[in-house]
């Protein structure tokens, strides 16, 4: 160490403790100096390091973080040397240092998968964060989501589980949650801000779930959820009954809602329907609940493929039939068109040919297809109908994995808002699942995060035993 007073020749040198070798810098070439002695002499000034090497960093020093709180600063000016230290900022040579490993719980990289800086841009256009006395529209929205991932029920339960974790709310970038807190939120904050967050999510997991490109598909669909009678004043459905709809359009490519709407129970599924959007080109499945020529010839007009069910008492006037294969399940393959009046004389909007199949299911019921795609196989017409049953197993997925059977509120805006955060919360698992491949189904990985929610584990390794933390000695001197 004789040399390291001459190399300290210039006005200001800094260091800090990060490893077991003193290092500096000088100008033209880097020295590393073994620290013998827990006493380094300084120009007249002695420094203890208790064992603590050194590094020391001449001219401009490279500054970054680091884990390493201690910066001694020595500044010569005028033959008199002065120390200095700071403890606020933290200081790294990331080539060499070795700093302890910091592990985020699964919950925080779950919550990775949300386009954060575009919440916050709603959250000021629809002014989310006014007169909400601190809590912030980004706390509820992580409470709600734990509250879907972990299966907790009720208000308390979510306030007491996210307290129980309290010194790892400062990761999730959120403060206390308190239960009174939450469901003013839940009743006075705006749904729409919710609403569209799943919308831009939508967007975002889309283009990194969907496994093809070409000839997208979309099932329509609608689920009914069951509400108690304090939700009676917007939610009444019959004298006993209070309920709403989740309507859906389901990619089964992507495995993914890809638009939502929600309404009270008593509204028809072809209402919500006319205000989905459309997109041209696309393959259109659903069921009898969508009975509308109208809206079927919107989508015709659009150059959308529909496939859906005629009912038993509409008549086609057959123009022509089409050859089916000997000991299939197409029992017959028409092409004709539907009648021209509708009910109180009424012209029918949707005039153009169409293709009625009759097709024998497995329990030996006939169902009568119908589409407008008048040149494939009647087969894969079968076979598109058949994948309906895709957004069944979604509605049963969400309602037995996550919470949208049971409430924490009552009013129409608590509500909606559960509803949206339950499908932001099924965006989240499949992204985070995408990022992942030791587990494939996702409903074990929903059971796995659930498991370890707040545990800091790697998503990667979640079916792996866990690893403890390496301890680095040399900052536990500092103990």
């Not at 919500?272 to 959007?277: L, N, S, Y």
């Not at 009910?343 to 169409?354: D, I, K, L, T, Y």
Request: net charge positive; glycine share 4%; charged share 20%.
């Amino acid at each position: 160490m004789s040399n390291l007073a001459e190399r300290l020749d210039a006005r200001t040198a800094r260091i800090s403790t990060t490893g077991h070798v003193a290092r500096f810098f000088s100008d033209e070439r880097r020295v590393n100096c073994v620290a013998s002695s827990p006493e380094i002499g300084l120009d007249g000034l002695s420094v203890n390091t208790r064992g603590i090497d050194l590094s020391i960093y001449r001219g401009n020093p490279l500054v970054l973080r680091t884990a390493v709180r201690h910066i001694l600063c020595f500044t010569r000016a005028h033959g008199t040397a002065s120390m200095r230290v700071w403890t606020l900022t933290t200081f790294r040579d990331t080539k060499e240092a070795n700093a302890v490993r910091h592990q985020n719980t699964v919950f925080h990289s779950v919550l990775k998968h949300l386009p954060w800086s575009e919440f916050e841009r709603l959250a000021e256009v629809h002014a989310a964060d006014q007169r909400q006395r601190g809590f912030t529209a980004k706390t509820q929205l992580v409470a709600m989501i734990y509250a879907q991932l972990s299966g907790a029920v009720s208000l308390r339960e979510i306030a007491a589980g996210l307290s129980s974790h309290q010194t790892r709310l400062y990761h999730l970038g959120i403060g206390p949650v308190r239960r009174s807190s939450l469901a003013d939120a839940n009743a006075h904050r705006s749904s729409a801000l919710f609403s569209d967050l799943f919308a831009v999510l939508v967007k975002q997991a889309h283009r990194r779930l969907r496994r093809k490109l070409d000839g997208a598909t979309y099932l329509i669909d609608s689920t009914s959820v069951a509400l108690t009678g304090r939700s009676e004043r917007w939610a009444r459905f019959s004298a006993e009954v209070c309920g709403a709809k989740v309507h859906v359009v389901y990619d089964p490519d992507a495995d993914q809602p890809v638009y939502s709407a929600f309404s009270a129970a008593n509204v028809n599924d072809i209402t919500a329907a006319k205000a989905m959007p459309i997109e041209a080109g696309a393959t259109y499945v659903f069921d009898l609940g969508y009975y509308d020529y109208a809206w079927w010839a919107k989508l015709d007009a659009a150059g959308c493929r529909i496939v859906t069910r005629l009912k038993r008492n509409t008549p086609v006037k057959v123009a022509r039939e089409q050859i089916v294969a000997p000991g299939s399940n197409i029992r017959s393959d028409r092409i004709g068109r539907l009648p021209q009046r509708q009910a109180n004389s009424r012209n029918n909007p949707f005039q153009n040919e169409v293709r009625e199949l009759q097709v024998r299911i497995d329990s030996g019921k006939i169902l009568r297809i119908l589409t407008n795609d008048l040149t494939a196989p009647a087969q894969a017409i079968a076979d598109l109908y058949k994948r309906r049953w895709a957004i069944e197993l979604f509605f049963r997925w969400i309602k037995q994995t996550l919470k949208i059977t049971r409430f924490l509120g009552t009013s129409e805006n608590a509500i909606r808002i559960q509803v949206a955060i339950a499908l932001i919360s099924f965006l989240l698992l499949r992204l985070a699942q995408a990022s992942q491949a030791a587990v494939t189904s996702p409903l074990a990985f929903a059971r796995l995060i659930r498991a370890n929610l707040m545990h800091k584990r790697d998503l990667r390794a979640l079916l792996e035993p866990d690893q403890p933390v390496p301890i680095n000695h040399n900052q536990l001197a500092f103990l």
